[in-house]
T-cell receptor
């Protein structure tokens, strides 16, 4: 079945450091890929998405590129802020499927 | 534009009772999905509705059920509550496959 594997946390960084969270997936066809972020006590917010190979999703300084050849969708940000502290989830929606399959989530803490 | 609204935000129930959670999607969104989030199992898909029809169902026992009304609002019901049903229940709505889902803030259910 469809699945998402993302790097385990927690990840602790200093402000202005570079952030990478690895995400790989298993799915048939051409799934849509997403990164969601969850702040304490809140629901999930869509951070960015990509719907086909080589697409780059970007938002709020975060970027991720849909790599079909390596089945990956790694999240990156060049300079993190304390406000980026949250749990990040990689997810996929398979072709003609109407659900999201999530990775386990990566907790990111940014220290001033 | 109003977001996805879930009510109530918090619930405490006793084992054996039943509970109904409500979700109002973003206006115009006809697809509504439900997810259970727990520390141990992460985010798991419960079911998805579109135009009052259940299109997809996750691997949960029959105690978990849902429905969608003609105005796209959705409810989920859990009968004969167990301690393990304690979780954050998230509702999400979308206007199309692969477009990404917008999540509500969730209902925190505690079973005692």
């Amino acid at each position: 079945g469809d699945s998402v594997t993302q790097m385990e946390g927690p990840v602790t960084l200093s402000e202005e450091a570079f952030l990478t969270i690895n995400c790989t997936y298993t799915a048939t066809g051409y799934p849509s890929l997403f990164w969601y972020v969850q702040y304490p006590g809140e629901g999930l917010q869509l951070l960015l998405k990509a719907t086909k190979a080589d697409d780059k999703g970007s938002n709020k300084g975060f970027e991720a590129t849909y790599r079909k050849e390596t089945t990956s969708f790694h999240l990156e940000k060049g300079s993190v802020q304390v406000s980026d502290s949250a749990v990040y989830f990689c997810a996929l929606s398979a072709t003609n499927d109407y659900k999201l399959s999530f990775g386990a989530g990566t907790t990111v803490t940014v220290r001033a | 534009k109003a977001g996805v609204t879930q009510t109530p935000r918090y619930l405490i129930k006793t084992r054996g009772q039943q509970v109904t959670l409500s979700c109002s999607p973003i206006s115009g969104h006809r697809s509504v999905s439900w997810y259970q989030q727990t520390p141990g199992q992460g985010l798991q898909f419960l079911f998805e509705y579109f135009s009052e029809t259940q299109r997809n169902k996750g691997n949960f026992p029959g105690r978990f059920s849902g429905r969608q009304f003609s105005n796209s609002r959705s409810e989920m019901n859990v009968s004969t509550l167990e301690l393990g049903d304690s979780a954050l229940y998230l509702c999400a709505s979308s206007w199309g496959q692969g477009k990404g889902y917008t999540f509500g803030s969730g209902t925190r259910l505690t079973v005692v």
